[in-house]
């Protein structure tokens, strides 16, 4: 399959199941959420190294008390992690950040309790409302109060989506990367969690090191050609790779869809997708129906 | 399908007809809601003596008349929707649970006393003890919401626990005595000692209200939470007549004659220094 002279490999990224949240942060100006919402994301690359993947998912339209807002999305392993993930990161990045208060993005049916385990920092100060059918935590800060609700929906998610770019050269994949991700991040729900969305130290499971549970994944490294069995077509000098994870697959089938339309463009040689062999995850997203449109 | 009852005259004492409920009334025929029993006085008397009926028992009740010497209309409640086409009596909505009350004139005394869920809003004037606890109990209102839009009489949300009472007009003396719990939002300010004896909750008042020496300044901020309680009472279709915006409140906390832990939200012109 080709598009736009670039050639699709029939491969499948496998992606697998995680738990998933949508936090909304609001704040003075939008400058101090977007802040709030960068600090929280940041080392939330990957779950390998840092517990879990998060990143910025957008402005955030109506938020709940009319402030402006920034919604940020955390993925975990599971539920007990996640719930770790969320409380750590608006505990120590959302509290902090000036006039900021932060609430739940997600109507779900499960919930884990985040406004009332951070409530504990307002050492008997602090206050609950309920407003409506909503419960919030007032914590008195030093430029007023922080509050945070109480409780945060969290669904089953998917986590892993992805595909790669090989370019003829850095600075083409490179372009072609950015391409993609801004398509990508378009798709509501999904998140990219790596740098700027691109992922270069791609990685494989295992290593010859028996401390690491991942490690480079050489097929692809293109210094790497004439020392291991190479995955690289013979054009390729550079590869990026884009990891997508969203709160269902639908976003993320999409997601990857619009990236590889994007990343579709002079300079590229083909796109592929990383997979373990289906040992990973039960989600095989094969690139060839991902680009056939959404699922019926 | 709505059951209509319009009331006939106006009873010479007041009506105690508590089972002008959707809980009591959803499934009845139209004869065995014209049959239904109510207190007039000291005598037992029906409905149909008061009320011309149309249709058969459902969850959505219409009522039409003057209903003030109607009392306890709603009480207990836990579903359904009530819509009174006049006045409403005493008692309305009393330990209500759940539902939606809906007054398009004014309502007497003891609106939603002790009710713990639900919504009343009342399009006129309400009376005495809105939200409050009846006489020797320890709690008023512990859920829900009343909304006021016109004014209050005295002793508005007195003892409540939880839940949150608008008033759009100007509330009576002794607004919030003996608060524990919930909000309590004035938007056209209070009469004399709001917050007495206050021991928690919260009263957000948009006037200059006179407070008890009691109550001590703490400081001038722009409370988030309150942008949450105004979309609140904007999706009950109820927005506040100076919304809440970027102004700043001045905050006091008392009552410290208790002393509580209760404060007062006072809209400030300017920032207090």
């Known amino acids: 399959m080709q598009v736009n002279g670039v050639r699709i490999e029939d491969a499948f990224a496998e992606a697998f199941p995680m738990w998933g949240a949508r936090v909304v942060i609001t704040a003075a100006t939008p400058r101090w959420a977007l802040v709030a919402a960068r600090t929280m ?3 939330a690359t990957s779950v390998i190294g840092c517990g879990c993947e998060a990143a910025v998912e957008r402005f955030w339209p109506n938020t709940p008390d009319g402030r402006p807002g920034v919604s940020v999305l955390v993925f975990a392993t ?14 120590q990045a959302v509290m902090t950040c000036p006039t900021t208060a932060c609430y739940n993005g997600l109507s779900a049916e499960e919930s884990e309790p985040v406004g009332s385990a951070l409530r504990y920092f307002g050492d008997g100060f602090q206050r609950r409302k309920r407003i409506g059918p909503k419960r919030y935590w007032r914590i008195p800060v030093m430029d007023g109060e922080f509050v945070v609700e109480e409780h945060f929906g969290v669904v089953q998610a998917v986590g892993g989506g992805n595909f790669l770019i090989f370019g003829c050269d850095e600075e083409a994949a490179l372009a072609a990367a950015r391409a993609a ?3 990508a991040r378009a798709v509501e729900g999904v998140a990219l969690p790596f740098p700027g969305g691109v992922v270069r130290s791609g990685t494989k499971v295992g290593s010859r090191y ?22 690289l077509p013979p054009e390729a000098n550079a590869v990026y790779e884009i990891v997508i994870d969203g709160l269902a697959e639908g976003p993320v089938r999409e997601a990857m869809r619009r990236g590889i339309l994007a990343a579709c463009r002079e300079g590229v040689v083909s796109i592929s997708a990383a997979n373990f062999g289906g040992r990973l995850g039960p989600y095989h997203l094969r690139l060839q129906e991902v680009l056939a449109g959404p699922l019926s | 399908m709505t059951l209509v009852l319009a009331l006939k005259e106006t009873p010479p004492v007041p009506l105690e007809a508590e089972r002008i409920s959707p809980d009591v009334l959803q499934g009845l025929s139209r004869e065995d809601v014209l049959n239904l029993e109510a207190q007039l006085g000291n005598r037992r008397v029906r409905l149909r003596e008061f009320f011309e ?21 709603g009480r207990g409640m836990t579903r359904g929707r009530i819509v009174i086409q006049g006045n409403a009596g005493m008692h309305l909505g009393a330990e209500m649970r759940g539902g939606e009350i809906l ?10 006393a002790e009710m713990r869920g639900g919504l009343i809003r009342i399009q006129g004037n309400a009376g005495n003890q809105v939200g409050a606890a009846y006489r020797g109990s320890p709690r008023g209102m512990r859920g829900g919401t009343i909304v006021v839009q016109g004014s209050c009489r005295n002793e508005v949300g007195m003892r409540m626990r939880r839940g949150l009472i608008y008033v ?11 608060m524990l719990g919930g909000t309590l939002v004035l938007a056209g300010g209070a009469g ?14 948009f006037q200059e209200i006179r407070l008890l020496p009691t109550f001590l300044y703490a400081c001038t901020y722009r409370p988030t939470f309150l942008r949450l309680i105004e979309r609140h009472l904007e999706a009950l279709g109820c927005p506040l007549p100076q919304g809440v915006g970027d102004a700043p409140f001045a905050l006091y906390t008392g009552d410290t004659s208790v002393p509580g832990k209760g404060e007062i939200f006072v809209r400030a012109v300017e920032w207090k220094t």
């Open chain 1, 41 to 43: 994301t940041g080392f």
């Open chain 1, 78 to 91: 599971s539920r007990d992690r996640l719930r770790r993930a969320l409380v750590d990161r608006i505990g």
């Open chain 1, 181 to 183: 991700v801004r398509a």
């Open chain 1, 210 to 231: 028996r401390f690491l549970t991942a490690s480079t994944n050489d097929p692809y490294c293109p210094v790497l050609r004439t020392r291991t069995k190479t995955a």
């Open chain 2, 53 to 73: 009926v149309d249709g058969e028992g459902s969850e959505e009740i219409v009522l039409r008349g003057d209903l003030s010497r109607v009392k306890y209309v």
């Open chain 2, 103 to 112: 007054v398009e004139g004014n309502a007497s005394d003891w609106v939603g």
């Open chain 2, 168 to 178: 759009g007009g100007r509330c009576g003396d002794f607004a919030g005595l003996q």
């Open chain 2, 192 to 205: 004399i000692r709001a917050g007495g004896w206050m021991r928690g909750g919260t009263i957000v008042s």
